[in-house]
């Protein structure tokens, strides 16, 4: 009888795959998928157990800009609920989780001196807890959460921020490094930066607009730059780690096929995402020549003696480039992109010089400008691939927003559609994707927008006492991916759209199971087939564990 089971196990096992695989919707044999979140928007415990003020603490409770004027005080609470955290992405059958360290939680004043024991052993038990159900960690060192006591010295416009930005790191590889071994020095450097651009939108908010931006971005990129060394020099050879930087990319697509419109596009590329990836993934290294040449001009008819974007040394150009083990990329939306009227007052031009639109058929999201176009994933890994020499890509963002519902079928579109449109960028045109990773698992903190969007697999119960976790049709769909390391063609069209009748069969049955190990989200992946091979495999599930013990 055993015999029998474990032969009818392994007909319908092989039965789905062979009609599953397909080669441009199947995942690399080691294509890891993870989830992430970031410490201020879920840790809360913002003064807790010896943790430090962070500029988003001093913005959140002083600053008008915040929508609904919420915090991140408590948010989803994971500073004590870490574990439910762990069963959630166990539940998911993820390769990695992506987490931030709140520097103020490790080094309360943001200086080495005082290093909280209580916020280091936060951070192990939540290591050892992955570790222990085979997740890995993937650390980013930095999410836009720096110690107010650094901020006072003018914090990422300061260029000393690197030395003790290079002495936080150092506490991380010491204290973690045996174990964690993919590491991430700063996130999205392009919005940090904004933060001393503009007062509105971005932590510390200091108006300082079209100087204090370039002075964070260089301070950022030699930051990055010097924590890679230190990992090359001292702890790479025990340790035996990666480390990388995460930039945010949109892609821009040309809104006429006109060569003004290609070189507006090929402009905005450069100075969202060429400014910070150059200087390190670039042939030469330092900045692109079109920000260069367009920052020094516009500068020298505004009056200024010197450009305001910073220069590189020539040491620091041959200390930033090639400063990576891999490129994190951040991807949520595309613009349309076209050139504006000609004109001679170059003193009142916008570094930027680039009109921005919409796509008129594109899906909206609850973030108006994060409109959902995937095909344009697929593009911007092939522009890095041809300016960067294919280096290695994390997808270290990738997500929707919506309203918070549990049925959220728009996520479940977006997730589906991204992912095979990178899966068409690696298998057709040869993209170098390593990684990727979906944003996020809990609905959180979203900045300057707080709860009023949210981005979660997990809908977090605010009004509970205890913070439940709720897990969305998103989650199952997520996790059969997972475990079966394809997309299912139940999911998509000729076309590459979703089936909603799918994803609306998902919605109804997987409200009262467990994602990753439920018999009804199984279904869904036989849906459209013979109900003989599915009562077939619904019987194995069923009474195959109870003949294999007896």
């Known amino acids: 009888m055993k015999r029998f089971w474990v032969y009818i196990n392994l007909i319908t096992s092989a039965w789905g795959i062979s009609h599953h695989n397909v080669s441009n919707h199947t995942f690399p044999t080691d294509f890891m998928i993870g989830i992430a979140t970031s410490a201020y928007q879920t840790e809360g415990g913002w003064n807790e157990s010896g943790k430090g003020v962070n500029i988003w603490d001093t913005f959140s409770h002083e600053s008008p800009w915040i929508v609904d004027r919420s915090t991140g005080d408590i948010a989803a609470d994971s500073y004590h609920l870490y574990r439910q955290d762990v069963e959630a992405l166990v539940q998911l059958g993820v390769d990695f989780y992506q987490f931030s360290i709140s520097w103020s939680r490790i080094l309360p004043t943001g200086f080495v001196n005082e290093v909280n024991q209580a916020g280091v052993d936060y951070y192990n038990n939540l290591i050892n807890e992955l570790l222990k159900n085979h997740i890995e960690p993937m650390v980013v060192m930095y999410h836009w959460d720096l110690p107010q006591q650094l901020q006072d010295l003018g914090g990422w416009a300061n260029p000393v921020m690197a030395d003790y930005f290079q002495d936080y790191a150092r506490v991380l590889f010491s204290m973690f490094g045996d174990r964690v071994k993919w590491w991430i020095t700063i996130s999205d450097p392009h919005s940090i930066s904004y933060g001393y651009s503009e007062p509105q939108s971005y932590a510390p908010g200091v108006n300082a607009s079209g100087v204090g931006y370039y002075l964070a971005a260089y301070t950022l990129i030699t930051s990055h730059a010097n924590v890679y060394r230190l990992y090359e020099q001292e702890f790479r050879s025990k340790q035996r780690g990666k480390v990388g930087i995460t930039l945010n990319g949109e892609w821009y697509e040309p809104k006429t096929d006109s060569q003004e419109d290609k070189q507006a596009t090929e402009m905005a590329m450069q100075f969202v995402l060429g400014l910070f990836a150059n200087p390190i993934y670039g042939l030469k290294g330092d900045y692109p020549d079109v920000v260069k040449n367009q920052v020094n001009r516009i500068s020298a008819a505004e009056g200024y003696h010197r450009s305001r974007l910073r220069k590189f040394s020539p040491d620091e150009i041959a200390t930033v480039k ?229």
């Open 322 to 550: 090639g400063a990576y083990d891999f490129f994190g990329l951040n991807y949520y939306t595309s613009r349309t992109t076209r050139a504006p009227k000609p004109t001679t007052d170059v003193k009142n031009n916008p570094d930027i010089n680039v009109i921005f639109g919409d796509f008129s058929n594109a899906t909206k999201s609850a973030v108006p400008y994060y409109e959902v176009v995937p095909w344009g994933l697929r593009k911007i890994l092939n522009w890095i691939k041809k300016e960067y020499k294919n280096v290695p890509v994390v997808i270290t963002e990738n997500g929707f927003s919506d309203d918070g519902k549990v049925n959220d079928t728009e996520r479940t579109k977006y997730l589906v559609s991204h992912m095979s449109e990178m899966l068409k960028a690696v298998h057709e045109d040869g993209c170098n994707v390593i990684a990727y990773t979906y944003w996020s698992l809990l609905d959180s903190f979203e900045w300057n927008l707080g709860y009023t969007v949210t981005f979660g697999m997990y809908q977090v119960n605010y009004s509970n006492p205890n913070i439940t976790r709720i897990p969305k049709s998103s989650a199952y769909v997520f996790s059969e991916i997972t475990r079966n390391r394809n997309l299912p063609l139940d999911y998509l069209k000729i076309t590459g759209e979703i089936s909603e009748d799918v994803t609306d069969i998902y919605s109804l049955q997987h409200r009262n199971s467990t994602p990753h190990h439920s018999a009804a989200s199984c279904k869904g992946i036989f849906f459209n087939y013979s109900g003989f091979y599915f009562y077939v495999w619904l019987a194995t599930v069923t009474y195959g564990g109870y003949i294999f013990i007896s």
